[in-house]
């Protein structure tokens, strides 16, 4: 097997000190271990022995290095059903998506099944597919059930009917099943190319769309979910964790990772892989997509505490951007200072432990403020508002969180859309998403997923 490391990942010193993942964390290795360091950056295959494996298990979980499978798991192993739900689907759609499954024959297609999820009127049979019917609708959760517990095959792959797959996008996928341990891979879901202002802007920023990097996927790291659009499934490991959770109709993709990864499962984002989604047509119907992903928030809080945070930073780079936030530039930059200082003591043991410190801390203070005007403009937003109108302070704070960082956005994507309407999508789409959350926790009568998670600096592990 050959792996490469995650873009975040640097090697200090003399190569056997690795900082980066998902969380950022600090690995001090012995000079074997450097030397399968060599042998990744080379781009060699690593053998395998009690150690390396050790090893590569411990940088897998960490989100230090991915995998770069050569090699198919047995020919047994690779036979797939594909399961389509749908409600209300164009034929011309299913169509096209059932054909693009049908070229992927070679790879181990075995089967296609369409669940209609109560489609009025019922859909019609397509051709290469099996239709199954449900006679109540009980949403996409609900119908990806219905065709899992018909699914013989040892994989499942969950594909929604507006998704366009275009060619050669199994395979790559089924690569990562060489490993026992993973049970869920998922391609890149890109917003489909358009020419309208929510088209434009969907490129830029789907939530499906989970960028170009692959990823170990886990709740509280970069890439935290991967979107049902597109998954393929171990049947036995789904089964296990008891599928899909179908009284949810929204964030169910979520819950199913999250129980995944805590019955020891691997997950995977693999954007080798892209497939394209339709965007949402109007601007209410795409308000309320954003809406009722909010809402999704405090369910899944309640049932994987401490897995959900709006925003997730070092209570230091906390305390200093909240002094500068309240009018204290002075008390902000001596805690950032101090931050570095404690920081530097801590990586003392590892060559340019203070450089190092510096940039750690520099980079983790600027990513705390973008983090945290985020959640302010997006999951605090109704409570931020109610503070700004009696607190002139509180208001332009408010102000910059919401401009600012849309606008070096805007500066540093330079997309087609104008500024302005640029950056009034941006906070639409934050507002939209924050008014769901804030509804959900209320149903839920739990503010649980408002909450922060004020982490600390990474630990130097051996």
Known sequence: MRYKFDTSVRRAGDGTVLIGGSPLKLLRLTSKG???LDSIERGEEVPSSAGNNTLINRLLDGGIVHPRPDHLPTSDALAVTVVIPAFNTPASDLNRLVQQCQTQA?????????????SQPPLGDIWGATMIRRETNGGPGAARSTGLALVTTPLVAFIDADVDLGSDWLQPLLNHFADDRVALVAPRVASMPGVSLLEQYEMLHSPLDLGPNPARVRAGTRVSYVPSAALVCRVNALREVGG????MRVGEDVDLVWRLDEAAYGVRFEPAVTVTHRPRSSLKAWAKQRFDYGTSAAPLARRHAGSLAPVRVSGWSAATWLAIATG????GGLI??????????KLRTIPDGTREAVRLAGLGHAFAGRSLA?????AWWPLAALVALVSKRTRYAVLAAALVPASFDWVNKRPSIGPLRYVALRLLDDMAYGAGLTTGALKERSPEALRPDFTSWPRNKK
């Open 34 to 36: 450097g030397e399968l």
């Open 106 to 118: 070679a790879n181990g297609l075995a089967a296609v099944f369409i669940v209609d999820d109560a």
């Open 244 to 247: 899909f959770d179908t009284a």
């Open 328 to 331: 204290f530039p002075i008390v």
């Open 336 to 345: 950032a200072a101090a931050t570095t200082a404690v920081l530097a003591r």
């Open 374 to 378: 985020s959640a302010v403009t997006r």
